[in-house]
Nanobody, 127 residues
Framework: QVRPVESGGGLVQAGGSLRLSCAAS????????MGWFRQAAGKEREFVAA????????YYADSVKGRFTISRDYAKNTVYLQMSSLIPVDTAVYYC????????????????????WGQGTQVTVSS
């Protein structure tokens, strides 16, 4: 079993940057497709970014394209989400998710494809 553990959230002013990290607790997820999702208060969880198991495929939600960058460090067994030009609507709990059932596969936009989820890390962007 693998458990993603997020870190790096916090309070930042609009226009600022944060980098979220997702490390594996338990088994490695170095070849799993990985995704970042977020959920704002009173709203449904939404896709943010994803990276394929081999790192070759990367996908972003239109709302973050050009501002956020997903990457992974296989040696550290960690996935990152670099967030820049943050705006108040980016305020949410950010979740890291692993798709252990399809190693080396392309990443997915769909939350249902991911079977392991972290506890989330709060990101708050003030205006």
């Amino acid at each position: 079993q693998v458990r993603p553990v997020e870190s790096g959230g916090g309070l930042v002013q609009a226009g600022g940057s944060l980098r979220l990290s997702c490390a594996a607790s338990g088994r490695t997820f170095s070849n799993y497709p990985m995704g970042w999702f977020r959920q704002a208060a009173g709203k449904e969880r939404e896709f943010v970014a994803a990276i394929s198991g081999n790192g070759g495929g990367i996908y972003y939600a239109d709302s973050v394209k050009g501002r956020f960058t997903i990457s992974r460090d296989y040696a550290k067994n960690t996935v990152y989400l670099q967030m820049s030009s943050l705006i108040p609507v980016d305020t949410a709990v950010y979740y890291c998710a692993a798709d252990s059932r399809r190693p080396y596969a392309s990443a997915s936009y769909y939350a249902a494809m991911y079977d392991y989820w972290g506890q989330g890390t709060q990101v708050t962007v003030s205006s």
